[in-house]
């Protein structure tokens, strides 16, 4: 079966700390992962993606996030995190069983920022 | 560019009644999905429509049905309203052939 796994339901960082959000996925065959950004009261946005190739993949506000097959593991980084990073984030898998239409998400992990 | 546009933004319905959420995607999408989003869970995949045809249909009963008209938007359909279908609806739309939905700010549905 396909899930997605966020162990960390909430996380607390200061401003210019570094961070990384978990992200574990089950999935029968190569997945399609995305790491998506929800502000309160907004929709979904996507930050990044990971079909193929290089596993380090960059997205956008300076977050990347690495794929580890061995680990089943896709965890989001940002070296440096600014006060509007405070979000909740969400890790999605997707692929050729399921369609990438059809995205598995995970429960989230809710960012919280102090000065 | 306008994104993805849903309406109404919040919606108050009695148990038992019928409600339409409608989506009008990206300019330029021809895919569009729906996504239901529980209070403190991540989005559940319900539907996606393309060239007006329901074309992969997640875990939802038969009470969830949806449309696409010939100008790429959508509506979903949810009948019989039960408390458990109070939620925020996502519309996400794409062009077919690539990856990477672009979202909408949501329906939050209330169903007392």
């Known amino acids: 079966a396909q899930s997605v796994t966020q162990p960390d339901i909430h996380i607390t960082v200061s401003e210019g700390a570094s961070l990384e959000l978990r992200c574990n996925y089950s999935?029968?065959?190569?997945?399609?992962l995305f790491w998506y950004v929800q502000s309160p009261g907004q929709g979904l946005q996507l930050l990044l993606k990971?079909?193929?190739?290089?596993?380090l993949v960059q997205g956008i506000k300076g977050f990347e996030a690495e794929f580890k097959r061995s680990q089943s593991s896709f965890n989001l980084r940002k070296p440096s995190v600014h006060w509007s990073d405070a979000a909740e984030y969400f890790c999605?898998?997707?692929?050729?069983?399921?369609?990438?239409?059809?995205?598995?998400f995970g429960t989230g992990t809710r960012l919280t920022v102090i000065p | 560019d306008a994104g993805v546009t849903q309406s109404p933004t919040h919606l108050i319905k009695t148990r038992g009644q019928q409600v339409t959420l409608r989506c009008s995607p990206k300019?330029?999408?021809?895919?569009v999905s729906w996504y239901q989003q529980a209070l403190g869970q991540g989005p559940q995949f319900i539907f996606q429509?393309?060239?007006?045809?329901?074309?992969q249909r997640g875990n939802f009963p038969d009470r969830f049905s949806g449309h696409q008209f010939p100008n790429y938007s959508s509506e979903l359909n949810v009948n019989a309203l039960l408390l458990g279908d109070s939620a925020l609806y996502l519309c996400?739309?794409?062009?077919?052939?690539?990856?990477?939905?672009?979202f909408g700010s949501g329906t939050r549905l209330t169903v007392v």
């Open positions: 996400a739309s794409r062009l077919a052939g690539l990856h990477g939905y672009t």
């Open positions: 999935y029968g065959a190569t997945p399609y």
């Open positions: 990971y079909f193929s190739g290089d596993t």
């Open positions: 999605a898998v997707g692929g050729p069983l399921t369609g990438a239409n059809n995205l598995f």
């Open positions: 300019s330029g999408h021809d895919t």
């Open positions: 429509y393309y060239e007006e045809e329901e074309r």
